[in-house]
């Protein structure tokens, strides 16, 4: 059930460029999410959104910036890359926040060289 | 700021054993959820529990919620190579934002 998808899988960019994920949902769901995936770090938390053109900062949102124009999609844009941004993000979406399950994206393996 | 630490961090057995992994913190929370995550995929949710003390089973899996709502177990048993992922722990606390653990790591050997 691809509810979720994310685009692309993977990317190799180099230091210095901007980079855009994207995050679409035909869910309909309220809340958006994008985490980061590192060794030893666990999931963390970059930005997330309670609705069109609103959203909030995670625990590590620095260096990254977001966007929701429209319900079903959630952007996230690296304005210049750093090889500390690479790691795998994934995007989640949920009905409510807090108490309710997450429904999550296949990932994005990110290379920054 | 609220932490789950998740034990063990890694975990080999062989097909047929059982196991159990933990989540504790020294937050409560209102809800304490589990995922598993398979190489190169998302997490997936497994179970959801609220109430403390809550038992749920789904098929060879039990998860626990702890009486105090500030831990919880997995239990597997009879592992299955199939059974091999990540595991996450995950805490909700009314409208915030879902804490996780760092996860356990789980080898079935068959």
């Known amino acids: 059930d691809a509810g979720i998808t994310q685009s692309p899988r993977h990317k190799v960019t180099e230091t210095g460029t901007p980079v855009t994920l994207r995050c679409h949902q035909t869910?309909?769901?309220?809340?958006m999410y994008w985490y980061r995936q590192d060794p030893g770090h666990g999931l963390r938390l970059i930005h997330y959104?309670?609705?069109?053109?609103?959203?909030d900062k995670g625990e590590v949102s620095d260096g990254y910036s977001v966007s929701r124009s429209k319900t079903e999609d959630f952007l996230l844009t690296l304005e210049s890359a750093t090889s500390s941004q690479t790691s795998v993000y994934f995007c989640a979406i949920s009905v409510m926040t807090g108490n309710y399950g997450y429904t999550f994206g296949s990932g994005t393996r990110l290379t920054v060289v | 700021t609220q932490l789950l630490e998740q034990s063990p961090q890694f975990l080999s057995i062989q097909e047929g054993e059982n196991l159990t992994v933990y989540c504790n913190s020294s937050?409560?929370?209102?809800?304490l959820q589990w995922y598993r995550q398979e190489p190169g995929e998302g997490p997936v949710l497994l179970v959801t529990?609220?109430?403390?003390?809550e038992v749920k089973k789904l098929k060879r899996l039990t998860f626990q919620f702890g009486d105090a709502r500030k831990d919880s177990s997995l239990h597997i048993t009879a592992a299955q190579p199939g059974d091999t992922g990540l595991y996450l722990c995950?805490?909700?606390?009314?409208?915030?934002?879902?804490?996780f653990g760092k996860g356990t790591k789980l080898s079935v050997i068959p």
């Open positions: 529990v609220v109430t403390g003390g």
């Open positions: 937050s409560v929370f209102s809800s």
């Open positions: 869910e309909n769901h309220r809340y």
């Open positions: 995950a805490g909700g606390a009314g409208s915030y934002q879902l804490t």
């Open positions: 959104s309670y609705g069109v053109k609103d959203t």
